[in-house]
């Protein structure tokens, strides 16, 4: 059995957007959500302002593609602000795998739009990794009585919301190269990220960053998310996204398991189950 490259990619954005929830959950509940969206994708422009320079010769974008990727630059701050506010307010053990199940947004929006064909054994298994992420990153008695949870409403918005998104930047990735896809969807979609939280009126300042640990927790954010970014943007451009996006959302099983390791949190029956489902659905996605 062989790993397509495309899965491997998505395989490493899995693991590096795993750590990094965990992580983004210290500054959303210590300096606020808005805050923790507005300092992150300031630090994140310089890795893309990087590559802008270096490869500044060899980028392209039509002006189609510039207006998907501005639309999908909406719906990816109204998402992402969602999310740190469900981090912000309520469980990771609950928000984030609902948030992570945009996959199947995406996958519905791929075979619907773009007409993409899975054979009967992948589309077992993106719905049985789908069904993993929920047994595995949640205690489903918990879910008894999700309407009254903190952080539900914003998880749900960020799973819409990025869901499109994704399915845009696969349909983006149809007509532009791996780079080119990679500097302007960040170029593009950074600064409505930051100007949304002055747009709501919040004010983000210097010494927010002088919060124990929040520059160093956030400067290692940017280095591990735009991994992450590049590996599935990479990831999308050689393999379909109704493939490459359900893997790449497996990252709540990384941030159960940094939240057991580090705040000795205990896996229930159902979560040690969703792990094996996890893998099988691996195995199967690759046959």
């Not at 059995?1 to 795993?18: D, H, K, N, Y």
């Not at 009254?148 to 399915?167: D, H, N, P, Q, R």
């Amino acid at each position: 059995m062989q790993i397509s490259v495309g899965i491997l990619s998505a395989l490493v954005a899995m693991l590096c957007w795993g750590i990094a929830d965990f992580l983004t959950s210290i500054p959303s509940r210590k300096i606020g959500s808005l805050k923790t969206l507005f300092w992150s994708n300031i630090l994140s422009l310089i890795p893309a302002a990087v590559m802008l320079i270096i490869f500044s010769e060899q980028l392209n974008i039509s002006i189609t593609n510039v207006l998907l990727l501005t639309f999908g630059a909406l719906l990816l701050t109204f998402g992402s602000s969602n999310f740190l506010r469900s981090l912000e307010v309520g469980e990771i053990s609950i928000v984030t795998p609902i948030s992570a199940s945009f996959s199947i947004v995406t996958i519905m929006l791929g075979i619907l739009i773009l007409r993409e064909r899975l054979f009967v054994h992948q589309f077992v298994a993106v719905f049985t990794i789908v069904l993993g992420i929920i047994l595995g990153s949640t205690n489903l008695r918990k879910f008894k009585n999700l309407h009254t949870v903190k952080g539900v409403k914003e998880s749900l918005v960020a799973l819409v919301c990025w869901g499109i998104y994704f399915f845009i930047l696969g349909l983006v990735s149809k007509t532009m190269d791996y780079i080119s896809l990679f500097v302007f969807s960040g170029l593009i979609a950074s600064p409505f990220q930051i100007g949304y939280p002055l747009i709501k009126q919040e004010k983000p300042r210097w010494t927010d960053l002088k919060t124990k640990n929040i520059l160093v927790i956030l400067l290692f954010n940017t280095l591990i998310y735009t991994l992450a970014w590049s590996a599935v943007t990479y990831g999308v451009n050689h393999e379909k996204i109704s493939l490459v996006t359900p893997v790449s959302s497996l990252y709540p099983l990384i941030t159960v398991i940094l939240a057991t390791i580090f705040y000795k949190e205990k896996l229930v029956l159902n979560q040690k189950i969703g792990i094996l489902i996890i893998l099988l659905g691996l195995f199967i996605i690759n046959l």
